[in-house]
Every structure is written in C-alpha cells, then in structure tokens.
C-alpha cells in the first residue's frame, strides 16, 4: 500500500486502535486523539468488554481462567489458555487505553470478591507467578488498588543473572525472555504511574540488560536464536515474547527514560523490518488457541492492523533516533521455522 493508504487502513480501526494511530503514527492534535480514545468505553471491543463483567467485579467468574475451569479437561491437556478471565480482561482494557473511571469500584469488587486460583490467595496480593503479578500490579496502578507490596516481591525474586523466571517456584535459576519482559512492563508501569525511579531502577536495568545482551532473541552461550518463537509476530500479545514485544517495550522505557534506542537491538530491529510485506504491513503468523469473547485481530496469514501499527511505530522511533540496523543478508533463516513454543 502506498503511505496514504496504509494510513487511511490503519485509521479505519476501532477506537481501542485508532485513537494510538491518531496520536503516534500521524501525531494529530492531543485533543483529537483524546476525544477518539474516550469512545473505548462506550464503542467497540472496549464496551464490548465492559458489557460482560459479572455483578462481583470480576469476568467469566474468575482471576486468571474462568470459573470452573476443569483444570484436567481437553483444554487444558492441549495447552489452550481460556483469555477471558478478569486479568486478562483487565490486560485489554488496560492496554486499549479505556479510562479507569469507566471500572468505577472494580478495585474494591475484586479486592472482596476476587481469589486466585493458586492457593486461593486475595486478587490484588497476587500469587507466585511473575507474569502473574506483573500484570497485577499494572492494573492496580491504573485502577488504583494497593499493590505496593508486589514491588517489593519483584525485588526479592529477580534471579542471580538479572531477569525473572516464573517457575522459580518450581526450582528455576534462569530468567526467562517472556517472564522477563513481562515484569519490566510491570515495574516501568510503576516508575510511570509513581514517579519512584529509585525503588525498582536497579531491577529494571538488570532485566533490560538480560534482554539486550542477546540481541532481544540470541541464547548467550551460543548466539543461536533462543527458540523460533522469539521472532512469531501474533497480535494480542498475551504472555507470549517476540522480538516485536520486547521493542516495543524498550521503545517505551527509552521514551520514558529520556534515552537513545541501544545498538543492541539493531539485529532484532532487522528481524521486524525484514517481515514486512511489500505493501507495507505485517501479518498475523498466529493466534494463540484458547477461549475468548470475540477476536480482536485477523486470522493467521491476513495483514494485521495491530501488528502493522506496533512495527510501524517501533521503526519510526529506531528510524529517527537509533544506529544503523544489519541488512537482510546478515540474517540467518530462522524465522522460517515454524514451531511452537514450548
């Protein structure tokens, strides 16, 4: 597509999209974008959202699966994550950018409603998973509930080489990239919403450096790619690392931060720029099976606005600020693997 148009087909979105489009692709007026990203609340995925919470606060009856999930039934045997629980929920209308006063008391709902399912712990104390509690402490912040002690938590399990791994509770003394990335989301949500750059800076740093000193997808014993799914683009993002995930996350720390795009991310850069189609969009390789309450993206192998829109951002800002990314012929033919994670 040519520029005009990719941009009319990006902005030919719902509001959940639309209005990021509006404020960080085509840089309108703080109040046209203002006044788009309202409307998640009362048009499209968003209110669709909103419709469905329970009486108690919560969604599908439940903190992360729904309410009598059967833990040993054929969903669970194929490894299909139901997303239509609170947390997951929350993710969305967290990250589409729906007001927090559109969830009214939902902090105190769950707070007295809400358990998780491990060990039947309060919602808002989380549990022992870090993606988990990284995910709850960026919606206690955004709705306002006392999470305070999940930062704390945060520091006291960051493992010896400088990341986060949610199976320490099962012996774990490596990081992992998904854990990792996720609790870096958690803990700059912190600093954003706080101002508390001291408190977690140290962790945050280590976490990024985790991360960069493997080119965002490179195991550091061999240089190899740490697995095929690293470099799967797949809109929504879930709990799910890819090479895209992780720069927009650096994209937003750097920008929060005040600071250049690390060279470091040069070769990972590549990797997005290099999936591009000629007519200027990314596809969806994936949609992670499990439940939902309606799809948010297009099929496998379609052009996706989301994906489009992530990319798109994430090369303009390396493109303006950052060094010179490897060109394709220094890039190894990973990405055409096609195997799952594990």
């Given at each position: 597509?040519?520029?005009?148009?990719?941009?009319?087909?990006?902005v030919d979105s719902d509001p959940?999209?639309?209005?990021?489009?509006?404020?960080?692709?085509?840089?309108?007026?703080?109040?046209?974008?203002?006044?788009?990203?309202?409307?998640?609340?009362?048009?499209?995925?968003?209110?669709?959202?909103?419709?469905?919470?329970?009486?108690?606060?919560?969604?599908?009856?439940?903190?992360?699966?729904?309410?009598?999930?059967?833990?040993?039934?054929?969903?669970?045997?194929?490894?299909?994550?139901?997303?239509?629980?609170?947390?997951?929920t929350l993710n969305s209308l967290?990250?589409?950018?729906?007001?927090?006063?559109?969830?009214?008391?939902?902090?105190?709902?769950?707070?007295?409603?809400?358990?998780?399912?491990?060990?039947?712990?309060?919602?808002?104390?989380?549990?022992?998973?870090?993606?988990?509690?990284?995910?709850?402490?960026?919606?206690?912040?955004?709705?306002?509930?006392?999470?305070?002690?999940?930062?704390?938590?945060?520091?006291?399990?960051?493992?010896?080489?400088?990341?986060?791994?949610?199976?320490?509770?099962?012996?774990?003394?490596?990081?992992?990239?998904?854990?990792?990335?996720?609790?870096?989301?958690?803990?700059?949500?912190?600093?954003?919403?706080?101002?508390?750059?001291?408190?977690?800076?140290?962790?945050?740093?280590?976490?990024?450096?985790?991360?960069?000193?493997?080119?965002?997808?490179?195991?550091?014993?061999?240089?190899?790619?740490?697995?095929?799914?690293?470099?799967?683009?797949?809109?929504?993002?879930?709990?799910?690392?890819?090479?895209?995930?992780?720069?927009?996350?650096?994209?937003?720390?750097?920008?929060?931060?005040?600071?250049?795009?690390?060279?470091?991310?040069?070769?990972?850069?590549?990797r997005i720029r290099a999936a591009?189609?000629?007519?200027?969009?990314?596809?969806?390789?994936?949609?992670?099976?499990?439940?939902?309450?309606?799809?948010?993206?297009?099929?496998?192998?379609?052009?996706?606005?989301?994906?489009?829109?992530?990319?798109?951002?994430?090369?303009?800002?390396?493109?303006?600020?950052?060094?010179?990314?490897?060109?394709?012929?220094?890039?190894?033919?990973?990405?055409?693997?096609?195997?799952?994670?594990?």
């Amino acid at each position: 597509m040519a520029g005009s148009t990719l941009t009319a087909w990006l902005v030919d979105s719902d509001p959940a999209l639309r209005w990021q489009v509006e404020r960080d692709l085509l840089r309108l007026p703080e109040e046209v974008w203002t006044a788009t990203r309202a409307r998640v609340a009362t048009h499209g995925f968003g209110a669709r959202l909103l419709a469905l919470q329970d009486p108690d606060g919560q969604w599908a009856g439940g903190a992360f699966f729904p309410g009598g999930f059967d833990f040993d039934g054929p969903e669970a045997q194929q490894g299909a994550q139901p997303w239509t629980a609170t947390t997951w929920t929350l993710n969305s209308l967290r990250e589409w950018g729906l007001d927090a006063g559109a969830l009214a008391d939902t902090a105190p709902r769950l707070a007295a409603n809400s358990r998780w399912e491990y060990d039947n712990l309060p919602y808002w104390g989380g549990e022992v998973d870090c993606c988990i509690n990284s995910w709850t402490l960026s919606n206690g912040l955004w709705l306002g509930a006392d999470v305070d002690g999940l930062v704390d938590w945060f520091l006291a399990h960051r493992l010896a080489d400088g990341g986060w791994n949610c199976e320490w509770v099962n012996g774990a003394t490596r990081s992992s990239f998904h854990s990792t990335l996720n609790v870096l989301k958690g803990l700059l949500d912190y600093e954003r919403v706080t101002g508390d750059r001291e408190r977690v800076r140290d962790a945050r740093r280590s976490g990024e450096e985790y991360l960069l000193t493997r080119g965002l997808y490179r195991r550091l014993s061999t240089g190899e790619p740490v697995g095929p799914w690293a470099l799967h683009l797949a809109y929504p993002f879930r709990w799910f690392y890819s090479v895209l995930n992780a720069a927009d996350y650096f994209r937003a720390a750097a920008l929060h931060d005040g600071t250049v795009p690390d060279e470091r991310m040069a070769d990972g850069i590549a990797r997005i720029r290099a999936a591009r189609q000629p007519d200027g969009t990314w596809l969806q390789e994936r949609r992670h099976p499990g439940q939902v309450w309606f799809e948010v993206d297009v099929p496998a192998g379609q052009p996706s606005k989301w994906l489009t829109f992530f990319a798109t951002r994430v090369l303009g800002w390396w493109d303006d600020l950052g060094p010179a990314s490897p060109g394709p012929a220094e890039l190894d033919p990973v990405r055409k693997a096609k195997t799952e994670p594990a």
